[in-house]
């Protein structure tokens, strides 16, 4: 008896090698059929005896391709009166069909391909394109689907004889391998505005580099700029021409070894490592390390990351007679603000000057891929930027789900203005993007927009709606204005807050109430505030603000961002002015002086002299912008508080990148914290991913260690306000962080440890969201927190605050894979702009809240976000 069976095989299942693996079980089994790729899933067809069609279905379940993810296998009987013949198994040419849709992200070059690099009887031999069906560039050469070689940048490149026959041939590695080359038929590499190609052109880059020049070096996703990470000489020569003082460079090492005897790497440190995405992981620098001051200054952490390309192999090693060091800088090559290079044009535009020479390609990227930075928390990955190697993964949103066979509403969500990433989904699918980088640049906002268009396309996705940012003068909101308005569809504001908690949500495919604690520097809040240090009750269908730390005056304009001691002055001023400064300063926005706190201006300036944040005449200058509100606006920014505490510490005055100072705070006090012989891995098993990343660097991760919370509570001593923690004011909880500052102010004027005071202050602040959370939660009856925003990047924060709120009885969801930084708040603004059409096509505009909180909830938190997002804008557009 013979018998036909249809397969569907859904989710990274193109440019992974499926189809010949399918050929070779049918070949295995002795069935007969077809596999054929349909863009959205792989159909396949089985047909012969029953046991023999059992055997072949187990074997597509049981063994897909090793880069592959299946995310399901749909097997249908096919009636013998409707079943084709088959005389024997074929793979047939792809077809396009609707339905979900899965690009592969970019793989790293495989074990195999690394061999035959290096192998000289091997007809790929130092060829720089070298890949095969488990590794090479997917999303970055991908013009359209179904992913076939003409339909990618290597369509340029005709396969010659020799490719032509293996890509054909079923029993080899490379059998229907679209970037399939050779020496003979691949790219060429070239120097840039310069002679040299081929061989050539590597072997005078490697000379560059080894003399300690800088070299642009053309990747997968975009160009890196390259020196010697073991010359302070070089690392600082590209410091100057770049203009990057302080921020950590990435490094690259030319093996595993290397990268062990660079940084102290845990098991699971090294899995991601070594991996077929190689991140960028974040690790401490071990003790014989190499690599140059520089790198990574006053930072106890190290980006590195293995080679992924073959060029990158072949800078580290060719048999040209030139000695490359085997740990090199491997920074974006980009200007401030700008995205990281592609073409050769934008390294002529944007890189002048910054490289002594350009080693480039002529394969097309088409899609640009930044390499991603992976931290690590309880023994898991937890992203910094998700970009190369996971990009466009989906993120499954189950409470989406569209009608049974359909894909559900298309959605656009254009994202932040820093760390800007944008998704693009369809029903329970939505696909983060890569990494673009910050908007204050046109280049950004043209690679944005550029982005946006063609995820649409490579998607079928057709927008029904766009999400957007509150704030009327982020230029991801121009960009999704004009999306929206091009596409004929509403455009949806989502606050900035709301959508880093609904992010985190998504991620753990979460649909039921929260309390969501959103801790970042800065987002547009509904009453013309700054928020940023946020406590929401929320689920899909809308939010309600129930608490957030203590209001203060952020004077100074951008340069408060920059220089943490302004913030400092502003934090001191309301805690001495007490109430009323408070609430000047406060959620509602008003522009009065606050009397109290202008009667304790010469205090605050004496105190701010004292502590060395400025000197008197400007320490005035900033006090009395703070007391008239000149050039200053009520904050609740979570970020600039650890600004503030960074200042009064004497640790960070002011950051010359992003988080600096933050940063500076949180490694003071983890310092503080292995001094007293803290485990700083408490909140992961056996010591892994911990808070401090020190597994194997000090011991730290020793179970012989004390309890972090421990140390940290000791730490705090002295420091809780004598007002308490916590106080209701307007009907929210407020967390006395004003307080709290100005308790570090007397005790580092005491003469007291800075490092036990940065200790003591993550400490007091996880506990004063412990006891807000636990209030609220006996309030509402939401058992559950979500941890979200680039405050809560701090794992040391992290894994205090999730243990004293699990101590509590509370459930916690934190970020992995999705960054709590804005990286990933367009996933957060595409799930509520989702649920938004979904509620409107329900005819309930409100949504159907079946939360415990009751219809009335949120009902007032949408008319209150469409009221405050009004009010703001109208306010800031001055009409």
Not at 427 to 435: C, M, Q, T, V
Not at 440 to 454: C, H, K, M, P, Q
Not at 723 to 749: D, F, I, K, P, Y
């Amino acid at each position: 008896m013979r018998v036909t069976r249809r397969l569907r095989c859904y989710g990274i299942v193109q440019g992974v090698g499926m189809r010949p693996t399918v050929d070779r079980h049918a070949h295995a089994a002795g069935v007969a059929g077809s596999v054929c790729n349909k863009g959205p899933y792989v159909e396949i067809f089985a047909q012969g005896e029953p046991g023999r069609v059992d055997e072949f279905c187990r074997l597509v379940r049981e063994r897909p391709p090793r880069r592959a993810d299946v995310v399901k296998v749909e097997v249908t009987d096919v009636p013998a009166a409707e079943a084709p013949s088959f005389a024997g198994f074929s793979i047939k040419e792809s077809e396009r069909t609707e339905g979900a849709i899965f690009v592969s992200p970019d793989i790293a070059v495989c074990d195999d391909c690394k061999r035959e690099l290096f192998d000289p009887a091997d007809r790929r031999y130092l060829h720089p394109f070298i890949n095969c069906t488990c590794c090479g560039p997917r999303l970055t050469i991908l013009r359209s689907l179904p992913y076939d070689r003409e339909r990618t940048s290597m369509g340029a490149f005709p396969m010659c004889d020799d490719c032509a026959r293996e890509y054909s041939d079923p029993a080899s590695r490379r059998y229907d391998a679209q970037p399939i080359c050779c020496n003979e038929c691949g790219p060429e590499v070239y120097l840039l505005d310069r002679p040299e190609r081929g061989s050539a052109a590597i072997t005078e880059a490697r000379r560059c580099i080894a003399s300690g020049g800088i070299v642009a070096v053309k990747g997968i996703g975009g160009f890196h700029l390259c020196c010697d990470a073991t010359s302070e000489e070089a690392v600082l020569r590209l410091r100057r021409r770049k203009r990057r003082p302080a921020k950590p460079f990435a490094v690259m090492a030319a093996d595993e070894a290397v990268a062990a005897r660079e940084c102290a790497l845990d098991a699971a440190r090294l899995e991601v490592l070594c991996g077929h995405q190689k991140p960028i992981v974040l690790a401490r620098r071990a003790a014989g390390s190499t690599l140059a001051p520089s790198v990574a200054p006053d930072n106890p952490k190290v980006g590195l990351m293995l080679p992924y390309a073959p060029l990158q192999l072949l800078l580290f090693s060719y048999p040209d007679g030139v000695r490359v060091p085997d740990v090199l800088v491997m920074t974006s090559a980009n200007v401030s603000g700008a995205p990281i290079c592609r073409s050769d044009e934008d390294v002529r535009r944007d890189l002048a000057g910054l490289a002594d020479l350009v080693l480039s390609h002529d394969r097309q990227i088409l899609t640009r891929a930044d390499d991603s930075v992976c931290d690590f928390f309880a023994g898991e990955p937890y992203m910094v930027r998700r970009s190369r190697g996971y990009a466009p993964l989906p993120q499954v949103v189950s409470a989406l789900a569209g009608p049974a066979g359909g894909r559900g509403a298309g959605v656009v969500a254009v994202g932040g203005e820093l760390k800007n990433c944008f998704c693009v989904g369809a029903g329970d699918l939505l696909y983060p993007s890569a990494y673009v980088g910050d908007l204050s640049d046109l280049r950004g906002v043209r690679a944005l927009e550029e982005g946006v268009r063609r995820m649409e396309d490579l998607l079928e996705v057709e927008p029904e709606v766009v999400a957007v940012d509150l704030h009327p003068r982020y230029n991801s909101r121009a960009v999704g204005e004009r999306l929206a308005r091009e596409a004929g569809v509403p455009l949806v504001g989502v606050q900035h807050h709301y959508a880093h908690v609904v992010s985190c949500m998504a991620e753990n495919d979460h649909a039921d109430p929260v309390v969501g604690v959103s801790f970042d520097g800065t987002g547009f809040g509904t009453d013309g505030t700054v928020w940023g240090g946020e406590l929401l009750l929320c689920d899909y269908h809308g939010f309600v603000r129930a608490g957030h730390v203590d209001p203060f005056v952020q004077a100074g304009g951008d340069a408060a961002s920059r220089e943490g001691w302004r913030c400092a002055v502003g934090v001191l001023a309301a805690a001495a002015g007490g109430a009323g400064a408070e609430k000047d300063a406060g959620p509602q926005g008003t522009s009065a002086p606050a009397a109290r706190g202008a009667s304790a201006e010469p205090d605050v300036v004496a105190l701010a002299v004292g502590l060395g944040l400025a000197d008197e005449a400007h320490a005035r200058a900033q006090a009395a912008m703070v007391a008239r509100r000149m050039n200053a606006v009520g904050s609740t920014s979570a970020g600039r508080l650890f600004d503030a505490a960074s200042a009064i510490l004497g640790v960070r005055t002011s950051s010359t990148f992003e988080g600096e100072a933050s940063c500076a705070l949180q490694f003071a006090a983890e310092r503080h914290a292995e001094a007293a012989g803290a485990r700083l891995e408490a909140a992961g098993p056996e010591g892994a991913g911990s808070a401090a990343d020190a597994a194997g660097a000090t011991g730290a991760g020793s179970s012989a260690g004390r309890p972090l919370e421990e140390v940290a509570a000791e730490a705090a001593r002295g420091l809780a306000p004598a007002g308490g923690r916590l106080r209701e004011e307007g009907g929210q909880v407020v967390l006395a962080t004003n307080a709290l500052c100005s308790r570090l102010a007397e005790a580092r004027l005491a003469g007291e440890d800075p490092g036990r005071l940065a200790l003591g202050f993550h400490h007091e602040l996880a506990l004063m969201v412990a006891e807000a959370c636990r209030r609220l939660a006996d309030e509402t009856g939401i058992g559950t927190v979500a941890l979200s925003g680039g405050c809560f990047q701090n794992t040391l924060l992290l894994a205090l605050t999730k243990r004293l709120l699990e101590d509590r009885g509370l459930a916690v969801l934190v970020h992995g894979l999705i960054p709590p930084n804005d990286g990933g708040i367009a996933l957060g603004q595409a799930v509520v702009a989702a649920q938004r059409l979904r509620d409107e096509a329900a005819g309930d505009e409100v949504g159907r809240y079946r939360g415990p909180l009751g219809r009335s909830l949120a009902a007032a938190a949408v008319e209150a976000g469409k009221a405050g997002a009004a009010a703001v804008e109208a306010e800031v557009r001055g009409t």
